[in-house]
């Protein structure tokens, strides 16, 4: 692990901010495989919105195969979690300058793109699915973002499994003793 | 890729049910940091709740380093979008048999933690950040789940950077006219 100060040189894209902190990790500890393909009409990441949003331009997301068939049942739900990677970005930032103007600010506290794992995630308005294509309104990522999950918004979904324990259990004491605070 | 189609066998952790259908991806196309460790009152998956509550246990994030600095500023958001792996769920199912019943659903139309990125994601209400250790209520995962992210829950967060020109796009024709529809 390396830490690297910006240099505040022209910034735009990837580059490094003056404030900004970088650590670039050395590893990786689980993969990710790409199921799908995400078509938006933004193709240059000055244009692409900061938030997407309800009324924004139809998006198609292309599920490949075998995932297809995992699409069924899908349709009953007007808003869907969409989960995306964000393969432009950089991982390293620890502290970014978003308006570059020699402030920053934690990560964590921002959905910039820059993140240790780029994963983006929108709630997306469902228009309709056929087939492989699923269209949508309210993304915010460029064309041919990979796609990694889609989901029913939580605000919809009621699970269909039997309830368990934990689904009763309320503040503290937790269940488990050995449970640290 | 390979399918297997689910035997009806005694289920209730990781095991293929009647009615599930199975597809078993054999590469990876991007890698994961684990950043920190979800500690939680539920140590089997036959406790955890199916969906966290906002009035549920404490539980405790660890953040690791060299991530901690990047909590700075976190604290001012009442709730926090955390993204957790899925660490010991099955990624081949492509639909799923939640109640275990004969019938079966697409894996996309449920919450299940079976997927083919198992990425959990739950908006969670910040209760205190100190040093390391964030405490959080709304989480529905097994103590010791590997941490993926943390963002400001979108519905709090005004981007900081200067809007760009798809913040003020919406409906149709889309700004690309290669964009197919």
């Keep these: 692990m390396e830490f690297v100060e910006g240099s505040g040189r022209m910034v735009r894209e990837n580059e490094i901010r003056k404030a900004e902190v970088s650590a670039l990790p050395s590893t ?65 930032l620890v502290l970014q300058s978003p308006a570059n103007d020699g402030t920053s600010r934690g990560t964590f506290s921002l959905r910039s793109p820059a993140r240790p794992n780029p994963i983006g995630t929108a709630i997306a308005h469902l228009v309709s699915i056929e087939g492989a294509i699923v269209r949508v309104r309210g993304l915010d990522c460029l064309d041919g973002t990979p796609l990694l999950d889609l989901k029913p918004d939580r605000e919809l979904f009621t699970p269909i499994a039997p309830p368990q324990p934990g689904d009763f259990q309320v503040g503290d004491p937790s269940l488990s003793p050995s449970f640290p605070r």
Excluded: N
């Design 28 to 92: 990786t500890d689980a993969g990710l495989i790409f199921i799908g393909r995400v078509r938006t009409p933004w193709t240059s990441r000055m244009e692409t919105p900061r938030q997407g949003r309800a009324d924004g331009p139809l998006c198609r997301i292309e599920v490949f195969e075998p995932w297809v068939a995992a699409l069924a049942d899908l349709e009953q739900y007007e808003r869907i979690e969409v989960l995306y990677w964000l393969h432009l970005s950089r991982r390293d």
